[in-house]
């Protein structure tokens, strides 16, 4: 599946890209590409090719919102991308990293909740993230335990 629908999909938006890097839509277009191609790898159980993926969009959307920190929507949709890198990394096995993605969400939910405390799915997002961080760590330390035990 990947590759028939994966090269046309992400190719077109960085042509795009290439003719204008600066234009900030198309940015945000080739991270949906990615988007959906970490998404159908994900499915497929390629996860560290997701990942690849995740990171990439992840990336540009950070560029975006650099230069428009007041849209609200894509700085979710950055956390929502984050999530999956997060999500990844702890089923691969790489705890601290994963736990690094949970902490840097968990900050951002935050930050957007301060400026609308009223935003209903961004609580939720964030008692999510929490809820994940907390069991992480709750795994993290009996790893350790038995580490030390052995």
Do not use: C
């Not at 609200?72 to 790489?94: K, V």
């Not at 994940?132 to 052995?150: C, M, N, P, Y």
């Amino acid at each position: 599946m990947h590759a028939s629908i994966g090269p046309p999909i992400s190719h077109t938006s960085e042509r795009l890209l290439r003719l204008d890097p600066h234009h900030l839509a198309w940015q945000v277009e080739l991270s949906y590409a990615l988007n959906n191609l970490g998404t159908l790898a994900r499915d497929q159980g390629r996860i560290d090719e997701a990942i690849v993926y995740f990171k990439r969009s992840a990336a540009l959307k950070q560029r975006v919102v650099a230069n428009k920190p007041d849209d609200t929507a894509l700085r979710y949709e950055l956390i929502d991308t984050l999530s999956w890198i997060s999500s990844g990394d702890e089923s691969r096995g790489r705890l601290a990293a994963a736990a690094s993605g949970y902490a840097t969400q968990i900050g951002m939910l935050r930050t957007l909740l301060e400026a609308a405390p009223e935003a209903r799915a961004w609580e939720r997002r964030l008692a999510t993230s929490l809820l994940r961080s907390a069991l992480l760590s709750t795994a993290r330390g009996q790893l350790e335990d038995r580490q030390r035990d052995h």
